[in-house]
């Protein structure tokens, strides 16, 4: 998966689509208001941040559109806009097990910048401190056995778009 920050999605999301054709987009916000902020961590504390996210499928991987929600708290993306503005934020790899690509990075003082709970429920997604190393943060999830990775558009018998497709 492909991670860019912007700030307006709907503008972004437009621009793509008109352009180059790319759709069609399922949105969320993350994370879902009826989860609420239990599991969400932002360096080292209790995370408090809220995202609106589209996604497509470019192929055989997926992109996420990420717009930091005003007012939320920090998060990786709003350090991303911030500092360096829009862009390329993160490349999410999807592994089977997390804990020893943690376990490898942490000893390479590698550290967790956020996390936070899947939206595929038994999933979990870490955005690593490696922008120093190779210019973007690296996001580790767990993939479950019979799942490909991608995020889910139906979980427990619901849509998770938002109701906006853009075909």
Not at 60 to 72: D, F, H, K, Q, S
Not at 132 to 144: D, I, K, P, S
Not at 146 to 161: F, L, N, Q, S, Y
Request: aromatic share 8%; glycine share 14%.
């Amino acid at each position: 998966q492909i991670g860019i920050v912007v700030r307006d999605l709907d503008r972004t999301v437009k621009a793509l689509n008109e352009v180059f054709g790319i759709g069609p987009w399922r949105f969320i916000t993350y994370p879902p208001p009826e989860r609420g902020a239990a599991g969400l961590e932002y360096r080292g504390e209790p995370g408090h941040f809220a995202h609106r996210i589209g996604f497509a499928s470019l192929g055989p991987i997926e992109m996420e559109i990420c717009e930091p929600v005003a007012g939320a708290g920090p998060s990786s993306l709003t350090e991303f806009l911030d500092e360096h503005g829009e862009g390329i934020q993160h490349i999410r790899f999807n592994v089977p097990e997390l804990q020893p690509v943690l376990d490898y990075l942490t000893g390479k003082g590698i550290g967790c910048v956020m996390s936070g709970p899947g939206i595929r429920p038994g999933t979990r997604w870490y955005h690593m401190d490696t922008s120093a190393q190779v210019g973007f943060v690296l996001e580790l999830m767990n993939v479950l056995p019979g799942t490909d990775g991608r995020t889910p558009e139906i979980v427990d018998g619901k849509p998770v778009a938002d109701g906006k497709v853009i075909a």
